[in-house]
């Protein structure tokens, strides 16, 4: 079956950078639809972008608008976020997820999630 590890988490200083790595094995990664979604304590998992088995980004989550990227890499079978003018408001647990085709948000598999600290 589908796994998936999150890497790259961590504290980072508001207005600072980061990139998470999601590590995919089990299928053929390039038939997956790959996202991200965060969530913050107290508050609901919430979409942050995704990008479709043939390389095509959604748009970011308007919380992140203008500061997320995703892309994919499909000979390593890996998926980035790259968020930049990190704001306290972004510290949450980041989560990646696959779903089967093409992306439609109902999501088949998650990751674990990976820590991230934005310090003010």
């Known amino acids: 079956q589908v796994q998936l590890v999150e890497s790259g988490g961590g504290l980072v200083q508001a207005g600072g950078s980061l990139r998470l790595s999601c590590a995919f094995s089990g299928r053929t990664f390039s038939s997956y639809g790959m996202g991200w979604f965060r969530q913050a304590p107290g508050k609901e998992r919430e979409f942050v972008v995704a990008?479709?088995?043939?390389?095509?980004?959604?748009d970011c989550a308007d919380s992140v608008k203008g500061r997320c990227t995703i892309s994919r890499d499909n000979a390593k079978n890996t998926v980035y976020l790259e968020m930049k003018s990190l704001k306290p408001e972004d510290t949450a647990v980041y989560y990646c997820?696959?779903?089967?085709?093409?992306?439609?948000?109902?999501?088949?598999?998650w990751g674990q999630g990976t820590q991230v600290t934005v310090s003010s």
């Open positions: 990008i479709t088995y043939n390389g095509r980004a959604t």
């Open positions: 997820a696959a779903e089967m085709g093409k992306w439609s948000g109902s999501v088949d598999v």
